[in-house]
């Protein structure tokens, strides 16, 4: 039976894998799970894939801001 469940979950389990270096060269990488939930495509995981995946987000629009900035020549 255990088994069997297995088998179903391993349908809707998907990897996550972030990793990323700063601008002053730091690596960092989590990783963990998804589970898609229906057909719409929620998903459910960890806290800390979505605290990365925030932590991400933030990291590229300060970066964007800088290329915007030194493009525009302001800070």
Known sequence: MFAEAC???KQFTR????SRRD????CS????TFVVV???????????IVE????????????Q???AAKT???D
């Open 7 to 9: 088998e179903i979950a």
């Open 23 to 26: 601008q002053n060269g730091k």
């Open 29 to 32: 990488a989590s990783i963990g």
């Open 52 to 63: 990365e995946a925030e932590k991400l987000a933030l990291a590229a629009q300060s970066f």
């Open 38 to 48: 229906n057909k719409e495509g929620w998903a459910l995981t960890a806290w800390h």
């Open 72 to 74: 525009s020549g302001h």
């Open 15 to 18: 990897p996550v894998v972030i």
């Open 65 to 67: 801001h800088t290329e």
